[in-house]
């Protein structure tokens, strides 16, 4: 990539060199996202996951924990997000278990000046992976997918709704 071409990112200065966007003439405005994932266990999984009995325990009640605390880390895990003051965090989940699918779901508030798409699927995944972590050793035939923004409200580029 050209340096020309670079000088367009938000992401890169005019030498070409990574930085935060500056975002201090921004307004603090309502901004709200939500992500979905799933992972795709088997029927041992989902019978245990539905009767409390995976030896290390609540399986989803640990995912939503370690979720919101995901929510919260981002900017310590994505080098060039802002820390953002959370306002909400939602976690739910779904289980298909016809496909043996369970679904994560995280919906992300804040007031700010930059949105909370990042917060809400780093909030899915870590979701997800902990769910893999806590059912590793009935079996390690998992598989996470389809993670995406759903929806997102709030700041200059306006509203998104994921179209299927």
């Known amino acids: 990539m050209k340096l020309e071409d ?3 990112l938000t992401h890169f200065d005019e030498h070409g060199n990574a ?4 975002v201090s003439k921004k307004d603090i405005t309502s901004r709200s996202a939500c992500a979905v994932g799933s992972i795709l266990v088997n029927k041992e999984i989902v019978e245990k996951i539905e009767h409390s009995d995976m030896k290390k325990g609540d ?9 919101i605390m995901g929510v919260k880390k981002t900017s310590d895990l994505i080098p060039l997000c802002h820390p953002l003051m959370i306002n909400k965090v939602n976690i739910d989940f ?10 994560a779901y995280c919906a992300v508030k804040c007031n700010g000046k930059t949105g909370v798409e990042m917060e809400a699927l780093t909030g899915v995944n870590i979701c997800l992976l902990t769910i893999y972590d806590m ?10 997918k389809n993670v995406h923004l759903v929806s997102k409200s709030g700041g200059k580029s306006g509203d998104f709704v994921w179209k299927e």
């Not at 930085?19 to 500056?22: A, E, G, I, P, S």
């Not at 779904?94 to 679904?103: R, S």
């Not at 059912?135 to 996470?144: N, P, R, T």
């Open 94 to 103: 779904e289980i298909d278990k016809v496909n043996c699918l369970i679904y």
């Open 59 to 67: 399986v989803l009640g640990v995912a939503r924990i370690a979720g």
């Open 135 to 144: 059912c590793k050793a009935v079996s390690k035939d998992m598989e996470i």
């Open 19 to 22: 930085r935060m966007v500056d």
């Open 6 to 8: 670079k000088m367009e």
